[in-house]
């Protein structure tokens, strides 16, 4: 098993940077695949970024290409996600989660869940 918490979100401007970071517990965090999901209100949950459980492989949603970086190191158990030229639209709750199956972008293939944490984008 393994136990996520997520942090680094906050209140920014529009075009600010904010790196998220999540940190796992258990000594098989290597094995996992991680994503960020986002959710804002009154929205479903969205997929935005995962990474394989090398780091070799990622993948992005189309809304954050370019400006969201997804990584992971797997020395310190932690997988980040570096969004740059943020906009009022990327407000919400983010969430990351692990999936013991191959990296997708459908939640429901992700076991793990960390808390969430909120980025709130200001115009």
């Known amino acids: 098993q393994v136990q996520l918490v997520a942090s680094g979100g906050g209140l920014v401007q529009a075009g600010a940077s904010l790196r998220l970071s999540c940190a796992a517990s258990?000594?098989?965090?290597?094995?996992?695949?991680m994503g960020w999901f986002r959710q804002a209100p009154g929205k479903e949950r969205e997929f935005v970024a995962r990474?394989?459980?090398?780091?070799?492989?990622?993948y992005y949603a189309d809304s954050v290409k370019g400006r969201f970086t997804i990584s992971r190191d797997n020395a310190e158990n932690t997988v980040y996600l570096q969004m740059n030229k943020l906009k009022p639209e990327d407000t919400a709750v983010y969430s990351c989660?692990?999936?013991?199956?191959?990296?997708?972008?459908?939640?429901?293939?992700?076991?793990?869940w960390g808390q969430g944490t909120q980025v709130t984008v200001s115009s």
């Open positions: 990474i394989s459980w090398s780091g070799a492989l990622t």
């Open positions: 258990g000594r098989t965090f290597s094995t996992y695949a």
């Open positions: 989660a692990a999936s013991s199956n191959r990296p997708s972008d459908s939640a429901y293939e992700y076991g793990y």
